[in-house]
């Protein structure tokens, strides 16, 4: 059976793809809040000249450090496309504010909070361009950012 409206069938991929992605980051948040609250129990242990054996503590440490790096991507992403779309859009005036919570949990290491203040951000963004289509797509400005400093 042909596609006869291919952008029908691109609108289903792409809702469920955003459906998969809610589900994921539903499951991280748990995790996330485990990971804060877990304390370091056990040395480091490793076999010499291989990867570390599993560890509770490398483990912890590795996923507060992957989720540090997105956040800390995430703020950057945000706080750029505010500052170059915020004066201008009423819209995403209390983004700023979101994202300015966003970046003092981030520095207080209150990762869980920060990531649910960043998630805050991009759903008020997505609104604000629902009743405004002429806001630019954060993803596109994160890009054009990325692709001028490899540049």
């Known amino acids: 059976m042909s596609d006869s409206n ?11 793809d955003i459906q998969q992605l809610v589900g994921l980051l539903s499951n ?3 995790l996330l809040l485990r990971l804060q609250s877990q304390g370091f129990e056990q040395p480091f242990r490793t076999v010499p000249g291989s990867f570390p054996m599993p560890n509770p503590v490398l483990d912890h440490q590795a996923a507060e450090s992957m989720i540090g790096d997105m956040i800390a991507e995430s703020l950057r992403s945000l706080s750029a496309y505010l500052e170059a779309n915020a004066a201008q859009h009423a819209g995403l005036e209390n ?3 979101v994202v300015t919570q966003a970046a003092n949990k981030f520095t207080e290491r209150d990762f869980a909070q920060a990531f649910n203040l960043i998630y805050f ?14 806001l630019p797509v954060l993803r596109q400005a994160s890009m054009d950012r990325t692709q001028s400093s490899i540049h």
């Open 95 to 97: 983004c700023v504010s």
């Open 28 to 30: 991280l948040m748990p």
């Open 6 to 16: 291919p952008s029908a069938a691109s609108s289903q991929r792409h809702s469920s």
């Open 121 to 134: 951000a991009y759903r008020a963004i997505e609104a604000a361009r629902a009743a405004d289509p002429r």
